[in-house]
């Protein structure tokens, strides 16, 4: 197990990273109709700290495998061995999320988070092994998994009060073992820049189709009870140029520009709460489309919330995103603000517009913010250099 070159030319997501990203939105799917059922029922808050935890385990353990394999991806059968038992992981922990929102019991959430997390403290521990130039490195993000995953196993028998604060703190320390790893001396990990990018692409892809996928199951749902009604067809118009919306924004534009490994960290850590925002938006529609059925215990106005808040979230992280590395169409964080606010208020707006009307008049509002990065980025290519 050799470094791979991070200017490799050509480099791509392997079929072996494609299955791991698909075993891995069965658990974000798992998160998301939790909160869906969470909202649903008017448990807003209880459902909202769920799905931030389980959210959590799932993408800490796809990034700290995205980045080591963009570095040691050997893809011998040691390697793809150890990958597939991180998939059997995900599949653990996704059969536990329903324990984790209806009873707040996390044992085998956490059981297959750690046996994760073990599969690729052996990939480091090969790698220590096998590529003297990066030892240093590789065994202190072993040592810095191994002491953290101690932490997630003890804090099962953890009760009343200390589970929150112990949940804050390990969470605290997953975080802290990249940047201790990476910074403390010694050889940083050789990642290549396009391919992390890419990955990160392709999840957000699958991410939305989930969002896709849920929206569409709801809209089925709804159609089968009641038929096609107006406030059925406006929350599926509008939900569905959200998605075609916030695609454009992610990806339009240029590629990410990963200069520096602190900007690398920053940006892939930033994702957390962009690609949580994005599942949470098909829980939003899902949500909406009960409301508009009259089948669930939530007021019109909090379903607009439920759709306006992520939406909301991920236009400013996109902006955030941009002005870090330059990816994405966002020409002008102004317009982009002042598209979150009209989001925003048109998630109060049910009672003006009705929900339907409310969410497609958010479909627009993404896609007239959408047309106005376009045409700003367009304005700035044409400027003289």
């Given at each position: ?337 002042a598209g979150a606010l009209v989001v925003l208020a048109l998630g109060f707006s049910p009672a003006l517009f009705g929900l339907g009307g409310a969410v497609f008049a958010m479909g627009l509002a993404v896609a007239a913010t959408l047309a106005g ?13």
């Open positions: 197990m050799r470094a791979r070159d991070p200017a490799e030319e050509h480099r791509s997501a392997t079929p072996l990273e494609l299955l791991f990203d698909l075993t891995f939105v069965v658990a974000v799917s798992q998160a998301a109709a939790q909160l869906h059922h969470a909202l649903a029922e008017g448990h807003v808050g209880d459902g909202l700290i769920g799905y931030a935890a389980v959210f959590f385990a799932v993408w800490w353990a796809w990034m700290n495998f995205t980045w080591f394999a963009s570095a040691y991806d050997t893809d011998d059968v040691p390697y793809r061995l150890l990958t597939l038992l991180q998939m059997a992981g995900v599949l653990v922990l996704a059969a536990g999320v329903p324990d984790a929102f209806q009873d707040g019991d996390f044992a085998v959430v956490v059981i297959g988070y750690v046996l994760m997390r073990f599969a690729l403290i052996a990939q480091w521990l090969r790698a220590a092994a096998e590529h003297p130039e990066g030892r240093g490195t590789a065994l202190r993000y072993a040592a810095g998994i191994t002491v953290v995953q101690a932490g997630w196993i003890a804090r099962l028998w953890t009760t009343g009060g200390w589970a929150p604060a112990t949940f804050v703190l390990l969470v605290a320390a997953e975080l802290a073992v990249p940047a201790w790893a990476e910074f403390r001396g010694g050889r940083p990990t050789t990642w290549h820049p396009r391919h992390i990018a890419e990955r990160y692409g392709l999840f957000t892809i699958i991410v939305l189709g989930e969002v896709i996928l849920a929206s569409l199951t709801a809209v089925q749902s709804a159609l089968s009870d009641h038929g096609l009604s107006a406030t059925v067809l406006l929350i599926a118009l509008g939900g569905l140029l959200l998605v075609f919306a916030l695609w454009w924004l992610y990806f339009a534009g240029g590629e990410a520009e990963l200069a520096t490994l602190r900007t690398a960290l920053t940006w892939g850590y930033g994702h957390y709460a962009l690609f949580a925002a994005l599942a949470a938006l098909g829980s939003g529609l899902e949500a909406a489309l009960d409301v508009g059925e009259h089948h669930a215990h939530l007021s019109e106005q909090s379903a607009g919330l439920a759709v306006a808040l992520p939406v909301v979230a991920v236009l400013l992280l996109l902006g955030a995103v941009h002005r870090l590395t330059g990816a994405g169409a966002v020409g002008h964080g102004l317009l982009v603000s990065n376009v045409a700003a980025l367009r304005h700035r290519a044409r400027l003289p250099r």
